[in-house]
């Protein structure tokens, strides 16, 4: 199963990615969603893991586009994200994202939601 994470923070990458290598996963990383865009077009990642505020390309623009690109039609895509607002989660969950983590991130939650999201890939 190979994840690509997309998150400007590079303490919460080097978190995740460890957590997920550790489990068996083959884990890509991106800082912002123009280099997500094109690791992916490469790579063809099962799940997206996207932070939904970043610089020059935020996650739901970039789910957006994910979305649009047939190739992509069988992936995965959740949110990791500090908001909480109503409007937020509604705009991320219409343009084609599957689920939410909410930061602050707790690895083993962050984990049970990768297993189950696997669910859907296969």
């Known amino acids: 199963m190979k994840i690509l994470l997309v998150d400007d923070e590079p303490d919460i990458i080097e978190i995740l990615k460890f ?4 489990e068996g996963y083959e ?10 865009l094109e ?6 990642p ?3 893991v996207l932070d939904i505020m ?3 390309m935020d996650g739901i623009e970039l ?11 069988k992936s995965v895509i959740t949110f990791l994200t500090a908001r909480k ?3 937020t989660q509604v705009a991320a969950l219409g343009i084609g994202g599957d689920d939410f ?13 990768i297993k189950a999201l696997s669910r859907l890939v296969k």
């Open 19 to 22: 957590n997920l290598e550790k």
């Open 27 to 36: 884990v890509l990383t991106a800082s912002n969603g123009i280099e997500a």
């Open 39 to 44: 690791i992916a077009e490469k790579t063809v």
């Open 46 to 48: 099962d799940i997206f």
């Open 54 to 56: 970043m610089p020059e």
């Open 63 to 73: 789910c957006g586009l994910i979305r649009e690109n047939k190739k992509f039609d």
């Open 85 to 87: 607002e109503d409007y």
């Open 101 to 113: 983590i909410a930061k602050p991130i707790k690895p083993n939650v962050f984990l049970s939601k």
